[in-house]
């Protein structure tokens, strides 16, 4: 049988002209983690349109597309383009979860929620000539899952190849996340055995690893385990986690020891009423500022993730987000408008009071205001987006957050990794114009290997204003919704990086 699985690209990383690294950041995960499932026999390979043209001349008997809200109507364009040519078209993924009757008319068959127990069973059915129409996953477990097809992915198109995902959802239900309308109908959150997760990562080649989870810390006695079994393996790795994740005791020091060098951190906002609002409960009376500076101890570099939009946000707060970013001294930040993704009960809300403005789904990609904001006008919601990132990716401003650090080591260290990261997209460009971005990776490696170097408490530099989420002065902050690329962190047939 000749299987072939796509990963649709957003129309900015099909563009001639310029192409975001963020978009050859990773492999797609997922697919290659279905693919495990076929059989020894069966032709099948993997096209990734971020990183390469789509042959659209070929004829396979089966194409299975993963639909995320941003690339729908190229996946359906797709989808509809291999139907006319006869060959059987699943599409599966958070955004057909959240819209299935929308993605049934451009598919024979689709896949609601993870996929570990819905796909096999689909090919065992497909094989037999009675596929069906709608599978609905149910059963759920990481146990026994078949090796993931690594030979499918074209290594060196990608930075971080070593892509790793040990465990699906997350355990908290904030109102803008996909999860709940994804997993509906079974566990929202469930590992790998610890053992299977080590074996995976250890035969990955080279030393850096970027866990894809969507909270890798959200099983505490699991990730405790996991880094007691990486101490020793040599490696740099990159992750998710919660402010409430950094704070529990000695669960970060385990994952410094185990090669923990840079920690992707949704702060999401500094407004207690936003956080309860949105249910983001486990942010509540965490100290932000304190957290920092626990993972800057260890030698863990910080990826300050923050949203705009909320209802507690006015004009002010783009230029209050920065200031306060880089007087912590973040190294790397990104920044969102809200979105409300269908499914999520945020989306909900907005339709009920009469304020989602598209439902374009191109626009939905944290980019674009497609809702009427509360406390300001759309328009000002996107330009304070446009401007929160060029003025904390200013050369100044990398220097003066540099600076919050006291050791020359550290500064230096932080200049590297955010000026390469923003300030050297050109060059960028080029190496993913001549497909070779992946000999970059031993750069990226020399410059985490220097983060990890822990330091005496008094070292850190100077002291900044704790910020707790009650600190009036700082309320309004903006929140972090559901990464729209998430999905590439699950086994659906969907993580294209926001982070960045």
């Not at 097809?149 to 060196?156: A, E, F, N, P, V």
């Not at 001294?329 to 009469?354: C, D, M, N, S």
């Amino acid at each position: 049988m000749k299987v072939k699985m796509i990963l649709p690209a957003l129309t900015e990383a099909r563009s001639p002209f310029w192409r975001p690294i963020k978009y050859s950041l990773f492999p797609p995960l997922g697919l290659a983690t279905l693919a495990g499932y076929l059989d020894g026999s069966d032709q099948v390979v993997i096209e990734d349109e971020h990183v390469e043209a789509l042959d659209l001349a070929d004829e396979p008997d089966l194409v299975a597309i993963q639909v995320y809200i941003t690339s729908a109507y190229r996946a359906y364009q797709i989808a509809d383009h291999y139907r006319r040519k006869g060959a059987h078209v699943c599409l599966g993924g958070i955004h057909v979860t959240s819209l299935p009757s929308e993605a049934l008319r451009h598919a024979d068959t689709i896949f609601l929620g993870p996929g570990e127990d819905t796909w096999p069973a689909f090919l065992r059915e497909f094989r037999a000539g009675r596929p069906g129409k709608v599978y609905q996953s149910r059963v759920r477990t990481l146990i026994g899952q078949p090796q993931v097809r690594r030979d499918l992915i074209k290594r060196h198109l990608y930075l971080v190849p070593n892509s790793v995902v040990v465990s699906r959802g997350c355990p908290h239900s904030c109102d803008f996340c996909y999860k709940s309308s994804f997993f509906r109908g079974g566990q929202s959150f469930y590992t790998q055995g610890v053992d299977q997760a080590l074996a995976e990562i250890g035969s990955l080649p080279g030393r850096h690893l970027y866990f894809l989870d969507d909270h890798l810390f959200g099983n505490p006695a699991f990730a405790a385990e996991l880094f007691e079994g990486m101490r020793g393996m040599g490696r740099l790795w990159q992750a998710g986690g919660t402010v409430k994740s950094i704070l529990a005791p000695g669960l970060m020091e385990k994952a410094a020891e185990a090669g923990l060098r840079s920690l992707f951190i949704g702060f999401e906002t500094l407004n207690e009423e936003n956080l309860r609002e949105h249910h983001k409960y486990h942010n509540l009376h965490r100290d932000y500022h304190e957290a920092i500076l626990h993972l800057r101890d260890l030698g863990v570099m910080v990826n300050a993730s923050f949203v705009f939009g909320m209802d507690g946000d006015d004009e002010t707060v783009f230029d209050r987000t920065v200031e306060w970013a880089i007087e912590q001294g973040v190294e790397t930040a990104t920044f969102h408008i809200l979105t409300p993704y269908p499914g999520t009960t945020l989306h909900k809300r907005l339709v009920a009071q009469g304020r989602i403005a598209s439902t374009n789904w191109d626009l939905y990609d944290t980019r674009h205001a497609v809702f009427r904001p509360a406390r300001t006008s759309a328009n000002t919601l996107e330009k304070g987006y446009w401007r929160s990132y060029r003025e904390f990716y200013r050369w100044s401003s990398i220097l003066s957050a540099a600076w919050a650090k006291q050791l020359w080591s550290q500064r230096l260290r932080h200049i590297a990794y955010a000026g390469g990261w923003k300030k050297c997209e050109a060059l960028w460009n080029l190496f993913i114009r001549a497909r070779q971005v992946g000999i970059m990776a031993p750069l990226l490696e020399t410059i985490l290997a220097g983060f990890g170097k822990r330091q005496a408490k008094t070292e850190l530099g100077p002291v900044q204003t704790s910020i707790r989420t009650t600190a009036p002065a700082c309320s309004g902050e903006g929140a972090l919704p559901a990464d729209p690329v998430a999905s590439l962190r699950t086994i659906t047939s969907e993580q294209l990086l926001r982070r960045g």
